[in-house]
């Protein structure tokens, strides 16, 4: 009886009191779980509130910088200034133009613009146009600014006016990261003129690392006094000052790169036969404009070349006066190496380094074996360079020569060298770069020394290998009539 009643007590709960019940057991049951895992009830709570909390609508809703930009700038609506220029006019309002410089300084104080409604502009700058004034005005109402690099040069020049740093900021990374063969000397001039001197860096960097590997005719011909710039900080090639030279006096010629050299040539030549002139090119009013330029080659590596140096004599475009230094100075540092033990550098010395080492250069079209040296008397030091299994290695060359008096049999001798690895990409952008930085190296007779280790995964073909190197010792020059060189003469007798 009583498992029966218990039975009937059971069955005759209501509806509610069951459900009652059964929460009360899962509510128990939960209590029991809850010290091993996650109750399930709980988290459909939580999801319940994620759901809530997550926005479900779809529509993109029109933002509040596009709406000023449309409503206030292009539609001018609640205008309460009037600007002219270059025979336009922007309906724009002050509160917005304040963030200019130039116009914050115009609203403030006695000016009598402050209380104008209408203000006429004069645009003395010749590169900002229309287009770069609704460019830059437009830029006071919005929160980004896409600039087209062929339009850069206008709008920092717009900026620069209304003095808006933050678009000054904006075009200059836009011309770093558009320098190419068609925009660097046009960037650089504009850099120059507007005071960006880290772009202005970034295209003399272009130039230093492409104008001898990407050569082009166009751009030979807008070089203008770039070149003197990067001479000074690379020492180019006469052969490059002279194509530079020939492009700017005929700037009708349109050639293939690989002519320009030749053409160039051939009318030295020409203007030789033709003027029977014997007055060197460079002391001519034709020639005087590029003096600067040719000054600052290093003379004194192409005369270390014998076909060179008849080249060299032959153009006629340096004056004497600049030779015979070079050949005096190069006769001492000769008669110093044999006679007075010069056995190179041993100290460093960065800044003659850097005004006086020889400057050369080698392409690595693709991966392989290579060994090669640069030609020209270097003092007796034959260094041989090899590149193998991505190792490139220095060796003094003493023993395997045809003559005994080909080289310096000194036990040991020094160098100084910076030996540098590029690669680019078809636009002349530098894909990777290694460099050992300025180094002094002591090599014995026939000794090799590795340079560099190349990691294979770095490597992008061709390969430009770009050398420093330095064979004697820095030494300053001296006259005939200075007291060491009467004590060594009477030595001598």
Same mark, same amino acid.
């Given at each position: 009886?009583?498992?029966?009643?218990?039975?009937?007590?059971?069955?005759?709960? #209501?509806?509610?009191?069951?459900?009652?019940?059964?929460?009360?057991?899962?509510?128990?049951?939960?209590?029991?779980?809850?010290?091993?895992?996650?109750?399930?009830?709980?988290?459909?709570?939580?999801?319940?509130?994620?759901?809530?909390?997550?926005?479900?609508?779809?529509?993109?809703?029109?933002?509040?910088?596009?709406?000023? $930009?449309?409503?206030?700038?292009?539609?001018?609506?609640?205008?309460?200034?009037? !600007?002219?220029?270059?025979?336009?006019?922007?309906?724009?309002?002050?509160?917005?133009?304040?963030? %200019?410089?130039?116009?914050?300084?115009?609203?403030?104080?006695?000016?009598?613009?402050?209380?104008?409604?209408? &203000?006429?502009?004069? !645009?003395?700058?010749?590169?900002?146009?229309?287009?770069?004034?609704?460019?830059?005005?437009?830029? =006071?109402?919005?929160?980004?600014? =896409?600039?087209?690099?062929?339009?850069?040069?206008?709008?920092?020049?717009?900026?620069?006016?209304?003095?808006?740093?933050?678009? &000054?900021?904006?075009?200059?990374?836009?011309?770093?990261?558009?320098?190419?063969?068609?925009?660097?000397?046009?960037?650089?001039?504009?850099?120059? &003129?507007?005071?960006?001197?880290?772009?202005?860096?970034?295209?003399?960097?272009?130039?230093?690392?492409?104008?001898?590997?990407?050569?082009?005719?166009? *751009?030979?011909?807008?070089?203008?006094?770039?070149?003197?710039?990067?001479?000074? *900080?690379?020492?180019?090639?006469?052969?490059?000052?002279?194509?530079?030279?020939?492009?700017?006096?005929?700037?009708?010629?349109?050639?293939?790169?690989?002519? @320009?050299?030749?053409?160039?040539?051939?009318?030295?030549?020409?203007?030789?036969?033709?003027?029977?002139?014997?007055?060197?090119?460079?002391?001519?009013?034709? #020639?005087?404009?590029?003096?600067?330029?040719?000054?600052?080659?290093?003379?004194?590596? &192409?005369?270390?070349?014998?076909?060179?140096?008849?080249?060299?004599?032959?153009?006629? !475009?340096?004056?004497?006066?600049?030779?015979?230094? /070079? $050949?005096?100075?190069?006769?001492?540092?000769?008669?110093?190496?044999?006679?007075?033990?010069?056995?190179?550098?041993?100290?460093?010395?960065?800044?003659?380094?850097?005004?006086?080492?020889?400057?050369?250069?080698?392409?690595?079209?693709?991966? #392989?074996? $290579?060994?090669?040296?640069?030609? #020209?008397?270097?003092?007796?030091?034959?260094?041989? /360079?090899? $590149?193998?299994?991505?190792?490139?290695?220095?060796?003094?060359?003493?023993?395997?020569?045809?003559?005994?008096?080909?080289?310096?049999?000194?036990?040991?001798?020094?160098?100084?060298?910076?030996?540098? @690895?590029? %690669?680019?990409?078809?636009?002349?952008?530098?894909?990777?770069?290694?460099?050992?930085?300025?180094?002094?190296?002591?090599?014995?007779?026939?000794?090799?020394?590795? /340079?560099?280790?190349?990691?294979?995964?770095?490597?992008?073909?061709?390969?430009?290998?770009?050398?420093?190197?330095?064979?004697?010792?820095?030494?300053?020059?001296?006259?005939?009539?200075?007291?060491?060189?009467?004590?060594?003469?009477?030595?001598?007798?």
């Amino acid at each position: 009886m009583g498992s029966l009643s218990s039975r009937f007590q059971s069955s005759s709960q #209501g509806p509610e009191e069951a459900a009652e019940g059964t929460s009360h057991k899962h509510r128990c049951e939960c209590k029991k779980r809850k010290r091993n895992a996650q109750c399930d009830c709980d988290s459909e709570q939580e999801e319940d509130d994620g759901r809530l909390d997550t926005p479900r609508s779809r529509k993109k809703l029109k933002s509040t910088s596009r709406y000023i $930009y449309q409503t206030l700038f292009l539609n001018g609506e609640n205008s309460d200034i009037r !600007i002219c220029a270059l025979e336009q006019q922007w309906n724009l309002h002050k509160v917005y133009l304040c963030q %200019s410089g130039y116009f914050s300084s115009m609203f403030s104080g006695s000016w009598k613009e402050s209380n104008m409604m209408e &203000i006429n502009l004069e !645009i003395p700058d010749q590169n900002i146009d229309t287009e770069a004034l609704q460019v830059v005005f437009g830029s =006071l109402y919005r929160d980004d600014v =896409l600039i087209k690099p062929s339009r850069v040069v206008s709008i920092l020049a717009a900026a620069c006016m209304l003095q808006l740093d933050g678009l &000054i900021q904006q075009c200059g990374e836009t011309m770093k990261e558009n320098i190419s063969a068609k925009t660097v000397c046009g960037y650089y001039a504009c850099a120059s &003129i507007y005071g960006l001197d880290l772009v202005t860096k970034k295209c003399l960097e272009w130039l230093l690392n492409n104008l001898m590997t990407h050569q082009n005719v166009d *751009l030979m011909k807008e070089l203008g006094s770039v070149l003197a710039q990067l001479t000074v *900080l690379s020492a180019l090639m006469s052969s490059l000052s002279l194509q530079w030279m020939f492009v700017q006096l005929n700037p009708s010629w349109d050639g293939p790169i690989k002519q @320009l050299l030749a053409d160039a040539d051939a009318w030295l030549c020409k203007r030789r036969t033709d003027l029977c002139d014997k007055e060197p090119f460079l002391n001519t009013d034709d #020639g005087e404009p590029f003096r600067s330029v040719f000054k600052y080659v290093r003379l004194q590596y &192409i005369i270390n070349d014998l076909a060179s140096a008849r080249i060299l004599e032959r153009d006629n !475009i340096l004056p004497p006066d600049w030779l015979t230094s /070079v $050949y005096k100075n190069q006769w001492f540092a000769m008669l110093r190496t044999e006679f007075d033990n010069d056995n190179g550098p041993q100290e460093a010395n960065k800044d003659e380094f850097e005004l006086s080492s020889m400057r050369c250069g080698r392409k690595l079209t693709k991966d #392989g074996d $290579y060994c090669w040296r640069w030609t #020209g008397f270097n003092f007796g030091f034959d260094l041989l /360079v090899t $590149y193998t299994n991505r190792f490139i290695v220095f060796k003094r060359n003493t023993l395997s020569q045809p003559c005994g008096g080909a080289v310096s049999l000194q036990p040991r001798r020094h160098l100084a060298f910076r030996l540098r @690895l590029a %690669s680019f990409d078809s636009r002349g952008k530098l894909v990777c770069s290694r460099s050992t930085g300025f180094q002094l190296l002591t090599l014995e007779k026939d000794q090799e020394y590795v /340079v560099m280790n190349l990691d294979s995964r770095l490597l992008t073909f061709p390969l430009y290998v770009c050398c420093n190197f330095q064979y004697t010792s820095p030494h300053p020059d001296h006259r005939p009539d200075s007291p060491e060189q009467d004590s060594a003469a009477r030595c001598a007798s």
